[in-house]
């Protein structure tokens, strides 16, 4: 999943030697709101797998009892009715299947392992993101903790970062 990940979000292994991380945002969403094929098998890798694994475990004993069910149920129904007040009715047909194909791997992966395997993991893939990203800077020479309008990057804009650190 973490190789899933790497290759489904756009990376740009030079972006702290950028000095203008607004415009490497810019790109960062061209590139997300254009697509690219990699991310497209990606997503679409993660939702088959997320079905079939579903299905071998029987979707009979998925039960909707408690009231966050019911609340992301409500929240999957106000999304498609988004479809109708869209300015790009198409793009966010796009946008919604991949929440969709992200939302079947994730409910197939809480089924499959308990909350221990799941925290290791993200400890694990943050890790290694973390990893990468102080390698990069420090192949880059560009990892300056101390300088005062240093931020942190890697391979992804600092706002992504920060989360994976944050995580």
């Not at 498609?80 to 992200?102: C, E, H, Y």
């Not at 990069?136 to 650190?165: D, S, W």
Request: proline share 3%.
């Amino acid at each position: 999943l973490v190789v899933v990940f790497l290759f489904a979000v756009p990376r740009d292994w030079t972006i702290s030697l950028s000095g203008d991380l607004v415009k490497s945002a810019e790109v960062f969403e061209d590139l997300t709101a254009n697509g690219s094929v990699s991310r497209q098998i990606v997503f679409l890798l993660l939702g088959v797998t997320g079905l079939v694994g579903l299905r071998r475990a029987s979707l009979r004993s998925l039960r909707f009892q408690s009231i966050l069910s019911v609340l992301l149920l409500l929240l999957g129904a106000w999304l498609l009715t988004s479809i109708a007040w869209s300015d790009n009715p198409l793009f966010t047909v796009r946008r919604l299947s991949v929440l969709a194909l992200n939302s079947i791997g994730a409910l197939w992966l809480a089924r499959r392992y308990v909350k221990d395997d799941i925290r290791r993991f993200v400890l694990a893939a943050t890790s290694i993101y973390l990893a990468t990203g102080i390698a990069t800077e420090i192949v880059l020479g560009t990892l300056k903790p101390l300088a005062p309008a240093y931020r942190f990057c890697g391979a992804m804009h600092p706002n992504e970062q920060g989360v994976n650190c944050a995580m």
